[in-house]
């Protein structure tokens, strides 16, 4: 359990509590699979660690990529209904639509280093 002055910090330093939970997990999965620390404490206690180095600014979330932007973007647009894109598909083109979506999310879940 966290004292609540520290884990007002710490809310403070990621941007807010969902960003707080996603790093101290992703963090304490690095630590679990052998990661070593990035601080000296005295404490082998791994949440003490993952903490204490966010409080020390050692580990920070990603941004998230310039492909992840878009992909979020033209989701939020499907759901609002904004897009204009897909108002005007038609039997022949939904086999095409529907094949650039897959393309696409394929693309996004198995990115190419260039």
Known sequence: MLDVDIE??????????????????????????????????????????????????KVVLAEL????VHFFEDARKLKDGSSDDEKDVYGSDLKKVKEERIKELSEFLNPTKE
């Open 8 to 57: 007002d910090q710490l809310v403070e330093k990621t941007g807010g509590k969902l960003q707080l939970t996603a790093l101290m997990q992703k963090r304490l999965v690095e630590l679990k699979r052998g990661a070593r620390p990035l601080v000296v404490i005295d404490s082998v206690d791994l949440q003490d660690i993952v903490v204490q180095e966010i409080l020390q600014d």
């Open 65 to 68: 990529e310039a492909n992840e």
